[in-house]
């Protein structure tokens, strides 16, 4: 439980501005996962296990935003690449781990006849989860590029996806 909200926190505190995002209240979202993580963690302190114990997972993010700040901004379609590739990495990440919070992202909320309910679908849209591919193809490609430029072997003369319609 904790993993899963401060994975979503992080997410959302993460978000590029022009990313896609249903109507979701932010700051609110924010607030509640911090306040979700430090319960979690007392209830570990009260159950006598240590918070660097429930915590400790590395976080990739820091990983995946420096190989997607090398990304060229005119790939991503004027998109801030850094910013953009880490939300469609968790986005993706969320949905590969099994969490449903992603689904939140890429789905417009349905609003039931209790206000106090709202669906989404736990699925993503398949050209927003191909959409979500293609980025990280991108990554994945020029990740590669630069891999073959440092290693001073030729690099893939495989069509790049960007070049792809």
């Not at 505190?13 to 109507?23: I, Q």
């Amino acid at each position: 439980m904790h993993a899963q909200c401060v994975a979503e926190r992080e997410f959302v505190k993460g978000l590029a501005p022009d990313w896609y995002s249903s109507n979701v209240e932010i700051g609110e979202l924010i607030a509640s996962r911090t306040q979700r993580v430090a319960d979690v963690v007392s209830d570990g302190a009260y159950l006598g296990i240590d918070e660097s114990t429930i915590s400790k997972k590395p976080k990739d993010s820091k990983i995946v935003r420096a190989g997607a700040d090398r990304i060229p901004a005119a790939v991503l379609a004027g998109h801030q690449p850094g910013a953009y590739v880490v939300s469609e990495w968790r986005l993706l990440s969320g949905r590969a781990h099994g969490f449903h919070w992603p689904a939140k992202y890429a789905n417009d909320a349905r609003h039931c006849e209790n206000d106090r309910f709202v669906t989404y679908d736990v699925s993503i849209p398949l050209d927003r989860f191909l959409g979500s591919i293609r980025v990280a193809m991108i990554a994945a490609r020029v990740a590669m590029d630069r891999y073959a430029v440092l290693a001073d072997i030729e690099p893939t003369d495989a069509r790049k996806p960007w070049e792809l319609t």
